[in-house]
C-alpha cells in the first residue's frame, strides 16, 4: 500500500510474516513499529523515564511554542532509533469480528484481513485508569518458555487507558451524519437489516440535543434527512430509516462525499462532529481507492475536525477500503455481525465514546540494549510512524475516546544475565480542544517479567491476550516464539473463559476451535529460539 498522508506508512508485511511458521534469520535494526521481524540494538543511549503505571500528565515537548512548559521539564533525548518501536494507537476491533464471522460461516479468514492488534484490542485488559484526561501507563509481561527469563523469550505488554466518560457528566452534543450503503450487496441477511436495526437502537439511545443527518447510497447518494435536532423528530428518523432498501450497486466515493458535504452544512460549533459510515464496503462504481475517495474531504475534515466512524458488515467485506477510509478520517473501525454486537457498539460504546479524550495519539517503546537481545511488536504493521516523528506533532496518529484501553505485546528475548531495567514505553498526545501536546511514561524490569505465562499465578488477562495475539499470527500465517498450536489455545481460552466469567473469552475459544477444525491441522508449538540471528 502507498504511504499514508502525514507520514504514517501503510505497508502491510503479511507476506514478510515469517514463512511456514519459521522465524527468519534476517534482522531488521531499525524500529520502526516492530516491523515484519526482529529487532535488534548494538549501543546504548537513555530515553525519557517515568513509572510502570504512568505519572502525572505533564506538558510535552512542543508545548513550549505556547510558553507551557520550560526547558528543564522538558524529557530527556530519546534513545538512538535502533531501540525504539514508534507505532499510532489503534482502537480499531473490525478485524477480529470478521474473522469470527468467517469462522462461523465455515471459512478461514484470508490472511490480509487479520491485524494482531484488532484481535487482542478486543478483549478486556483491567488496566489502572487515569484520574485526569490522558492515558495511564502499564507495562508489564511473562516469560513464554520453560526456564528462567534470561536469554528467553517473554511477552511484554504494554497497556494505555484512559478515563471512562463520567455517567452523570454532561457531554458535548453530537452532530452524526450517518451514510449508509443501500446497494445490491447489502441485501442479504445481517447487512442492511442489522444496518437498519442498529440505526432504530440508536435513535432511542441519544439524547434529545443530539442532530442526525442521514445519506444512503448505491449507484448514486441521497441526503433522506439532513442535519436534525433529534427532540421531536424521532418517529421522523425511524421512518427514513425504515424506507431504506437495497439496490443498484455501490458507489462509495459518492455515499462518503455526499456525507462530508452534509456534515459540513450542519456543522455545531463545541459539538462532536462525526461520520459514521455503515457499508461491506465492497465498491465498484465511481473512486474505489481510499485516497481518492477522501482527498476530495480532506480540507473539510481538517477544518471542522469531523472524524469518521467505520461499522463493517456482511460476509464478503472490504475490510482494506474501510480501514484505508477511517484512518485518513481519523476515526476507527469496527464490525457487526448479529444484533447482540450491533446492541454492544451502538448502545454500549458509540453514544458514550462519541467525546475524544486524545487526538493524534502515537507511542514509542525504547528497549536497553544492555538487557535487551531482540524484541517484535506483534501486530501495528498498518500502524508504523517513523522514529523520528514521534515528536512531530503533524504526524497524524490515533484518535481515542473515554474508557478505550490500547495493548501492544512485544516478543521480547533477553540476554543471557540480563537485570534491570528492560523498556520504556512513553505514549504522547494532543488534547482534543487546546491540541497542547502531552506525554506520560512507563518503565518496565526484568523481576516484572519473569514469571510464567500460563503459570496457575499467572495474569489471566495477560494470558487472554496472549491466546488472542497467538490466534491472529497463526491465521496469518506466521508464527511467535513459544507460539502454541491452535489446539492448545483452544484450550487455554476455553479455561480463561471459565476462570474469568467472560463470555467474549468464551466467544474466542469457539473461534479457535473453529479455525483448528477448519485446517485440520494442530502445528504445535511454534518456532522461536533457535533461527532468530543474533542482535549486537
Known amino acids: 500500500m502507498e504511504d499514508r498522508t502525514h507520514g504514517r506508512t501503510y505497508r502491510r508485511t503479511l507476506g514478510l510474516a515469517l514463512a511456514g511458521g519459521m522465524l527468519g534469520a534476517a534482522l531488521l535494526t531499525g524500529c520502526g513499529a516492530g516491523g515484519g521481524g526482529y529487532n535488534s540494538s548494538a549501543k546504548r543511549a537513555d530515553g525519557p523515564q517515568g513509572t510502570s503505571g504512568g505519572g502525572q500528565v505533564v506538558p510535552a515537548p512542543g508545548a513550549e511554542k505556547d510558553g507551557a512548559q520550560k526547558a528543564e521539564d522538558r524529557p530527556e533525548k530519546p534513545v538512538a532509533p535502533d531501540y525504539l518501536s514508534t507505532f499510532a494507537l489503534d482502537v480499531d476491533t473490525a478485524s477480529y469480528g470478521y474473522a469470527r464471522r468467517k469462522l462461523g460461516d465455515g471459512e478461514l479468514p484470508g490472511a490480509e484481513t487479520v491485524r494482531p492488534e484488532e484481535f487482542v484490542n478486543s478483549f478486556r485488559q483491567g488496566y ?12 508489564d509481561g511473562a516469560r513464554t518458555g520453560e526456564g528462567s527469563g534470561a536469554g528467553g523469550w517473554s511477552l511484554v505488554r504494554v497497556g494505555l487507558a484512559t478515563r471512562v466518560a463520567d455517567e452523570d457528566a454532561e457531554r458535548p452534543p453530537a452532530a452524526l451524519t450517518f451514510v449508509v450503503d443501500i446497494s445490491g450487496s447489502m441485501a442479504g441477511t445481517g447487512r442492511l437489516d442489522l444496518v437498519k436495526k442498529s440505526l432504530s437502537i440508536l435513535t432511542d439511545e441519544l439524547r434529545d440535543d443530539d442532530s442526525v443527518s442521514l445519506v444512503t447510497f448505491s449507484d448514486k447518494a441521497k441526503t433522506l434527512v439532513p442535519m436534525t435536532r433529534l427532540r421531536d423528530h424521532r418517529g421522523k ?6 424506507s431504506m432498501e437495497p439496490t443498484d450497486s455501490t458507489n462509495v466515493e459518492a455515499g462518503v462525499r455526499r456525507g462530508y458535504e452534509e456534515a459540513v452544512a450542519g456543522h455545531r460549533a463545541g459539538a462532536n462532529n462525526r461520520v459514521v459510515l455503515l457499508s461491506d464496503a465492497l465498491a465498484n462504481t465511481g473512486e474505489t481507492d481510499a485516497d481518492a475517495i477522501l482527498e476530495r474531504i480532506d480540507d473539510a475534515r481538517r477544518e471542522y475536525g469531523i472524524t469518521l466512524f467505520g461499522v463493517g458488515v456482511g460476509s464478503d467485506y472490504g475490510d482494506a477500503l474501510m480501514e484505508r477510509l477511517t484512518d485518513r478520517g481519523d476515526g476507527h473501525t469496527t464490525y457487526i455481525g448479529d444484533e447482540t454486537q450491533a446492541r454492544k457498539v451502538f448502545v454500549d460504546q458509540l453514544p458514550a465514546h462519541i467525546e475524544l479524550r ?17 524484541f517484535k511488536l506483534i501486530g501495528y504493521e498498518n500502524r508504523k510512524v517513523a522514529d523520528d516523528d514521534f515528536r512531530d506533532d503533524s504526524v497524524d496518529g490515533g484518535e481515542v475516546g473515554p474508557g478505550h484501553t490500547v495493548t501492544a505485546l512485544y516478543a521480547v528475548r533477553l ?4 537485570a534491570g531495567h528492560v523498556a520504556t514505553a512513553t505514549v504522547r ?13 512507563g518503565t518496565v524490569e526484568t ?6 505465562l500460563w503459570g496457575d499465578g499467572g495474569d489471566k488477562r495477560l494470558q487472554v491476550a496472549a491466546v488472542a495475539a497467538y490466534f491472529a499470527e497463526d491465521l496469518r500465517g506466521g508464527a511467535l516464539p513459544d507460539q502454541p498450536g491452535l489446539g492448545e489455545l483452544s484450550t487455554r481460552a476455553a479455561a480463561l473463559a471459565a476462570g474469568t466469567e467472560d463470555s467474549s473469552v468464551r466467544k474466542l475459544a469457539t473461534a479457535i476451535d473453529q479455525a483448528d477444525r477448519l485446517r485440520g491441522d494442530d502445528r504445535g508449538p511454534g518456532g522461536g529460539g533457535e533461527q532468530e540471528g543474533e542482535m549486537g
Do not use: C, M, Y
Open 128 to 139: 489502572r485508569r487515569p484520574t485526569g484526561n490522558g492515558f495511564s501507563v502499564t507495562v
Open 237 to 242: 428518523i425511524r421512518d427514513a430509516v425504515d
Open 358 to 374: 486524545a487526538r493524534d495519539a502515537k507511542a514509542q517503546v525504547a528497549f536497553d540494549p544492555k538487557n535487551v537481545k531482540q
Open 415 to 418: 540476554r543471557d544475565g540480563a
Open 429 to 441: 498526545w494532543l488534547d482534543p480542544k487546546t491540541r497542547a501536546p502531552h506525554e506520560r511514561s
Open 447 to 452: 523481576g516484572a517479567i519473569d514469571g510464567s
